[in-house]
């Protein structure tokens, strides 16, 4: 069983920077960040396996970090540059493996936050 908490979320102007954090007990394996817009179906924003390789979708390339913080047991979510479509509520998710064959696919996932909204302004 794995237990997940999002926090840092809010409402920001585009263009400015965000950074989510999601407390993991345990913080293993593979882990991913998705998103879902209102009306739009939960898609896969960045993954982190086991390995600490990262996956990112196309949209978020460039502007996004996923890392996690062994430290703090937190797998973390750095937004920068933000654009209005990266709007949405934001799940951490998890699967108690060290890797998946598709990191961005929620149906790979097994453990899920409640979510957290990120609202981005124009």
């Known amino acids: 069983q794995v237990r997940l908490v999002e926090s840092g979320g809010g409402s920001v102007q585009a263009g400015d920077s965000l950074r989510l954090s999601c407390a993991a007990s345990p913080l293993t394996g593979a882990m991913g960040w998705f998103r879902q817009a209102p009306g739009k179906q939960r898609g896969g924003v960045a993954s982190i396996d086991g390995l600490s390789r990262t996956t990112y979708a196309p949209s978020v390339k460039g502007r996004f970090i996923i890392s996690k913080d062994v430290a703090k047991n937190t797998l973390d979510l750095e937004m920068n540059t933000l654009e209005p479509d990266d709007t949405g509520m934001y799940y951490c998710?998890?699967?108690?493996?060290?890797?998946?064959?598709?990191?961005?696919?929620?149906?790979?996932?097994?453990?899920w936050g409640q979510g957290i909204q990120v609202t981005v302004s124009s």
């Open positions: 998710a998890a699967r108690g493996i060290q890797w998946i064959p598709r990191p961005l696919t929620p149906d790979e996932y097994t453990y």
